[in-house]
């Protein structure tokens, strides 16, 4: 087990065959199973976890706390928005559907390997919902970076820093006049198209995210 070890959490015998494959051609031995117990930290290269079995969020939590450069898939079978999210949260590299899991992991496991990072993603909505929705249209309290202000103008989706860079206030709060909004703090002006600052007291830009759309849903990447 020199390279390291898989765990396939899931009891679906096609996703495990197809992962362990990944894994093979990695050149990383799997343990598979639905309750699997995940091995010594210096071996866990990467976990599966099937979202609908009984403790695969605790799972994620404790591969991701346990092994911090470990490669993490969850995936579910139906679209469960808030389980989709509480897997981003508790440090899955990837959400994602059944169709994709193989996939999924070799890109993982090649980035890792490699010593590469890629960009994590946090879903959004199907972008569908934005749709006749204009200005800000939501926020992402929770993620790695903070929280993340969503802004939907000129058939684009827009994502910032909602804190200010001069005394952390929520931009949410703040008023919206076409693309540019007003620190309801301390007055700063900021573009939420490109982040630019456009008065201070602020001396910082917005840290601008991009967003992607996939599949008809939208996602915001965040730094590697």
Same mark, same amino acid.
């Given at each position: 087990m020199s390279g390291g070890v898989v765990v396939l959490r899931t009891d679906d015998a096609r996703i495990a065959r197809r992962a362990a494959a990944a894994a093979a051609a990695a050149g990383l031995e799997t343990l598979i199973g639905a309750a699997v117990m995940l091995p010594a930290p210096a071996l866990l290269a990467g976990l599966v976890a099937e979202l609908e079995l009984e403790g695969a969020l605790e799972a994620i939590r404790t591969a991701r706390a346990a092994a911090p450069d470990c490669t993490i898939v969850a995936f579910?079978?139906?679209?469960?928005?808030?389980?989709? !999210?509480?897997?981003?949260?508790? &440090?899955?590299?990837? +959400?994602?559907?059944?169709?994709?899991?193989?996939?999924?992991?070799?890109? &993982?496991?090649?980035? !890792?390997?490699?010593? !590469?990072?890629? $960009?994590?993603?946090?879903?959004?909505?199907?972008?569908?919902?934005?749709? &006749?929705?204009?200005?800000? +249209?939501?926020? +992402?309290?929770?993620?790695?970076?903070? $929280?993340?202000?969503?802004?939907?103008?000129? &058939?684009?989706l827009h994502a910032v820093s909602d804190a200010c860079p001069h005394a952390g206030a929520s931009l949410c709060e703040g008023?919206?006049?076409?693309? +540019?909004i007003t620190c309801p703090r301390h007055g700063s002006q900021f573009q939420v198209t490109d982040g630019a600052r456009l008065r201070g007291p602020a001396d910082l830009d917005l840290r601008v995210f991009p967003v992607v759309i996939e599949a008809g849903v939208a996602f915001v990447e965040l730094p590697a």
């Open positions: 579910l079978s139906l679209p469960e928005p808030e389980l989709w !999210r509480q897997a981003e949260a508790a &440090g899955a590299d990837v +959400v994602t559907t059944r169709g994709r899991v193989d996939r999924a992991l070799a890109d &993982g496991l090649a980035d !890792r390997l490699s010593g !590469r990072r890629r $960009a994590r993603r946090l879903r959004l909505a199907p972008l569908a919902e934005f749709a &006749g929705r204009l200005g800000h +249209v939501g926020r +992402v309290d929770q993620s790695p970076v903070g $929280a993340i202000a969503l802004y939907h103008l000129g &058939g684009r008023d919206l006049d076409g693309p +540019v």
